[in-house]
């Protein structure tokens, strides 16, 4: 796992490099999966090995995660970033807000598992490519 790129995909996200480009660079650098700890602000990167590598996450002003996970307002803020309306700090912000305590990424898998603190959570599928 190329420890480098996945600094500089953290990087890219929050220059809101749209997330099919980063997820590219990370499955290139041996990605398998990650899971980001919105509570701790910190991503974990998981290679088909079984290592990892962390990585904190720059987010400043960020509200504390909200206590009841509010399953609609996280698929909104999912839209609103796919289409380009918002970058990738206010979704972190918004779904925060919305009650996402953590959230894992499943490259292989081409999904995306949001929850809440109690165990609620949305399941979205990556877009189809075009």
Same mark, same amino acid.
């Given at each position: 796992? #190329?420890? =480098?790129?996945?600094? /500089?995909? *953290?990087? !890219?996200?929050?220059?809101?490099?749209?997330? %099919? +480009?980063?997820?590219?660079?990370?499955?290139?650098a041996?990605?398998?999966?990650?899971?980001?700890?919105?509570?701790?602000?910190?991503?974990?990167?998981?290679?088909? #090995?079984? =290592?990892?590598?962390? /990585?904190? *996450?720059? !987010?400043?002003s960020?509200?504390?995660?909200? %206590? +009841?996970?509010?399953?609609?307002?996280?698929?909104?803020?999912?839209?609103?970033?796919?289409?380009?309306?918002?970058?990738?700090?206010?979704?972190?912000?918004?779904?925060?807000?919305?009650?996402?305590?953590?959230?894992?990424?499943?490259?292989?898998?081409r999904?995306?598992?949001?929850?809440?603190?109690?165990?609620?959570?949305?399941?979205?599928?990556?877009?189809?490519?075009?």
């Amino acid at each position: 796992m #190329n420890v =480098e790129t996945i600094a /500089e995909c *953290m990087k !890219l996200s929050f220059a809101s490099t749209p997330f %099919p +480009q980063v997820v590219q660079k990370l499955a290139g650098a041996g990605v398998r999966s990650y899971t980001a700890d919105l509570i701790r602000l910190r991503k974990t990167y998981y290679d088909a #090995n079984s =290592e990892s590598a962390v /990585e904190t *996450m720059p !987010l400043t002003s960020g509200p504390a995660v909200a %206590p +009841q996970f509010d399953k609609a307002s996280v698929a909104e803020t999912i839209c609103a970033i796919q289409h380009g309306q918002i970058g990738y700090p206010e979704f972190l912000r918004k779904i925060m807000a919305a009650g996402c305590s953590h959230y894992s990424v499943y490259i292989g898998g081409r999904k995306a598992i949001y929850f809440g603190r109690d165990g609620d959570f949305h399941v979205e599928n990556f877009p189809s490519g075009k």
